[in-house]
Structure formats: C-alpha cells, structure tokens
C-alpha cells in the first residue's frame, strides 16, 4: 500500500449535503485529474442502520432499523490529498459517525 498513489473515496450521505461534499471536494481540488476537475460520480443507494444506546442519530430512533435512500459520492484522490479531504468532508458532513471508505487503488 504504500507505493499507492490514487485512493478512491466512497461517501455515503443524505441527498441535502450532496452541493456542500461538492463544495469542498472543490476547494480542496480532491477531484482533478490530469486537465479535468469536478470528477466525481454519484448515484442513489439504500442503506440500513440503527442507532444503539449513546448514539446521536442525524436520522433514525434509537434501537429501531432505519431505511432510507443515500447518495455514494465516488472520487479519486491522490495519496498527498488524501487526509485534507478527508477532514473537509467531515467538516460538511452530517453524520456522527460518517461512512468515508478508503480504498487504495492500483494503476497501471
């Protein structure tokens, strides 16, 4: 992993924070590749939790499963972006616990 130069986000959120995870991919220039920027893909998903005991839903009652429709935000980022975005995504995010999967990718 460590000779890994390109890393793919994954952000699961609630569809009224889509403009603001834009905006700050933006600012931070998470999103360009070569001569483009804005290079992200979204679709809808249907994810499931529930809130345990301590917990601080944005959505959802404790111990009840919650449904509901999410945006997957998908960006690529290179490694020495990697730990601003990540931190300017939490800073928009509204979760308490927000679902930010890393993962390495291999080019060739």
Known sequence: MNN???FKLEIFIPASHLDAVKAVLQEVDAEHIGNYDSC?????V???????????????????????EEIKVEVNVKRDM???????????????????????LHTV
């Not at 992200?40 to 809808?44: D, E, G, I, R």
């Not at 990697?82 to 390495?104: G, K, S």
């Open 46 to 68: 249907k994810s499931t939790w529930r809130p345990l005991a301590g917990a601080n839903p944005y959505t959802g009652t404790l111990g009840a499963v919650s449904e509901e």
């Open 40 to 44: 992200l893909a979204c679709s809808t």
């Open 4 to 6: 890994t130069r390109w």
């Open 82 to 104: 990697l730990n601003d975005t990540v931190a300017a995504i939490r800073r928009v995010h509204p979760y308490e616990e927000p679902l930010i999967n890393v993962i390495p």
